[in-house]
């Protein structure tokens, strides 16, 4: 526990829940929670983002104007959308900007080099424009003692781990935004950032001069070790311009045009934070709507296809995912349930995932061998609020089981899954 408590950013958080639990209400219908974990991995991290993100974003609200004068004729109201511009630029964009370069490099590739057993690892992170360039990076340290080299396929996911960190935070934000059935812009502005990691690092590799790519490119890295892996006797490989123009399909995704509304109308025209009772399919007592999304993997490109439906407080996930079949077949099904018990004293969630994928290799540094493997993830979440406190302030245990493979956010190897922390509303 010590060695968690001397984070800044944690310690941070934690001050900062103290400070809420005494000034601001409970409202909403998804479980914020501080939690630990033993790689203090992209869960880890995003779940403490999302807590410290919502966190001094209600604080703003409570003390810093979205409006600060009647904005009562066109002079006012055009001097009030510059005021919130000035301040969405200055403040709101480089808290998000942090929020979303943390999880990259920090719980990112951090997570992976943690799991695979290098200490001293060292991270870059800078304010966006005009206070930085914005631009992070993250340098594993050394290997421990009881460690091997990591292998080519382990050496991929340190390289995926970025994007894949915040993709783990869009995902987990993407939950959080339709279980309360409100979008608060800085939640929209952090979704973007967060959601488009991948298309905007493969666009801008493919139109930055090849002389110009920094040796820590992901993309280039990442393009090099899978083509090594699978080209022989595929005959295939990876290029960059492939890789941006698949990554596009994120874009058809309602969310995005969601968040893109609460920011540029929502908070920027008519001055609110939220926008509430988000845009849905209805079919009688349920609502869905659906999204698509793409991903990295160590054995390709994959397509999402993501469902989600709400009934009353319980929100279900479903997420269809299938690879790009460029060098090997490999399909997988997540499942989620939020909210599906939500007492007084306590909630649940429930995660269950499946998949189907090429073997991934921990201790061989020879080509993968042929062949698909089946493997799964059953995680649940108990939030138990056994007291009466503000905010429903109570325990938080995510516990359950993973068999080897890869899976966004959780240890490579066959393993046990224990989180614990608190769990509250605000």
């Not at 003692?145 to 960190?165: D, F, R, W």
Request: with cysteine.
């Amino acid at each position: 526990m010590r060695k968690y408590l001397r984070n800044p950013i944690l310690s941070g958080i934690i001050c900062l829940i103290l400070w809420q639990t005494i000034s601001l209400r409970v409202d909403g219908q998804s479980n914020s929670a501080i939690i630990f974990d033993q790689h203090q991995s992209a869960v880890f991290g995003s779940y403490n983002l999302l807590t410290l993100h919502r966190g001094l974003y209600t604080l703003e609200d409570k003390y810093i104007p979205n409006k600060p004068f009647r904005e009562n004729n066109f002079w006012k109201k055009t001097a009030g959308f510059g005021y919130r511009l000035v301040k969405l630029l200055a403040l709101d964009a480089q808290i998000d900007h942090l929020m979303a370069l943390t999880q990259h490099e920090v719980f990112g590739h951090g997570s992976r080099f943690r799991e695979l057993g290098y200490t001293g690892n060292s991270f870059n992170l800078n304010m966006y424009f005009p206070f930085g360039n914005g631009s992070g990076f993250a340098r594993w340290g050394t290997l421990g003692s009881k460690y091997t080299y990591p292998t080519t396929q382990e050496v991929m996911t340190m390289q995926l781990s970025g994007v894949g960190g915040e993709a783990q935070l869009a995902n987990d934000l993407s939950a959080q935004i339709l279980s309360d059935d409100t979008l608060h812009y800085r939640q929209g502005m952090l979704y973007l950032i967060a959601q488009n990691n991948l298309l905007l690092y493969t666009f801008y590799t493919r139109f930055t001069p090849t002389k110009n790519l920094k040796a820590g490119n992901d993309m280039v890295n990442y393009m090099n070790q899978i083509n090594y892996l699978y080209l022989i006797p595929v005959g295939k490989k990876y290029n960059i311009t492939r890789l941006s123009n698949q990554s596009l399909l994120a874009l058809a995704n309602p969310l995005q045009a969601y968040a893109a509304f609460s920011i540029l109308y929502t908070y920027g025209i008519k001055g609110q934070s939220q926008l509430k009772r988000l845009p849905m399919i209805r079919m009688g007592k349920v609502r869905y709507l659906p999204a698509l999304g793409y991903a990295l993997s160590p054995f390709g490109g994959e397509f999402h296809f993501i469902n989600y439906i709400r009934y009353k407080s319980i929100l279900f996930c479903g997420d269809f995912s299938l690879g790009d079949n460029t060098f090997k077949d490999f399909y997988g099904i997540s499942l989620k349930g939020y909210n599906i018990l939500n007492l007084k004293w306590l909630a649940l969630n429930a995660h269950l995932d499946f998949w189907n994928q090429p073997k991934f290799e921990l201790d061989s540094y020879q080509k993968p061998a042929v062949g698909n493997y089946p493997g799964a993830a059953a995680k649940l979440d108990v939030m138990l609020h056994p007291f009466k406190l503000p905010h429903q302030l109570g325990i938080f245990l995510q516990t359950g089981y993973k068999s080897k493979g890869y899976l966004l956010g959780e240890t490579l190897a066959s393993s046990f899954i224990l989180r614990y922390g608190i769990s509250m509303h605000f």
